[in-house]
């Protein structure tokens, strides 16, 4: 089992570019989030989907959107990248919304925003 | 959720036990302790979680106070690879979002 997939790791853009940051997990897990970790920080939420067909927003929503594509696919989109958008990106699943916050979480996606 | 205050590091030698403490005075009756850590850059790991009795697992002992306003973590004989960011959480049953904080920066000495 690959368990939390994230796909670009690294990825340069300029300001005003659009791009997309897949994850994928392979775990049959109901919910997955998108956290954002700037460096010396710790990680905040941007969007969770706590089911297939369900999103909602974290502490930092703004300047991204997402698509629960599928039970297995969660994707996060800057329409407009901006510099104050560079950070480390990752996702994360779990397997029940509401019991154990066991989340497991991809290797994540480095974005630089010039 | 309840607000977690954590000492922002610490350094503990090779073997011993680490103690990592955590203060959520205005926890509730329906809020979960978990514990997090992060080790160098990649994607914190789960390490455990409580309510308000003891909890124990292979990778470590949660102690709750009688009166829940605190915990310790308590990793049995530290390794170099236990060097990480350990986050104490504090979230209510029920709740979608695990809020991290800044954490302790845990460092092994050998």
Known sequence: NA??????????????????LQCAQDMNHNSMYWYRQDPGMGLRLIYYSASEGTTDKGEVPNGYNV??????????????????????????SS???VVVRELFFGEGSRLTVL | DAKTT????????????ANLPCNHSTISGNEYVYWYRQIHSQGPQYII????????NEMASLIIT??????????????LRDT????????????????FGTGTRLTIIP
């Open chain 1, 3 to 20: 368990g939390v997939t994230q796909t670009p790791k690294f990825q340069v853009l300029k300001t005003g570019q659009s791009m997309t």
């Open chain 2, 84 to 99: 990480a960011v350990y986050y104490c959480i504090v979230v209510y049953f029920g709740n979608e979002k695990l809020t």
């Open chain 2, 49 to 56: 979680h409580g309510l308000k009795n003891n909890e124990t």
């Open chain 2, 66 to 79: 009688e009166d829940r306003k605190s915990s310790t973590l308590i990793l049995p004989h530290a390794t």
């Open chain 1, 95 to 97: 397997e029940s919304s």
């Open chain 2, 6 to 17: 954590q000492p922002p590091s610490m350094d503990c030698a090779e073997g011993r036990a």
């Open chain 1, 67 to 92: 698509s629960r594509l599928n039970k297995r696919e969660f994707s996060l989109r800057l329409e407009s990248a901006a510099p104050s958008q560079t950070s480390v990106y990752f996702c994360a």
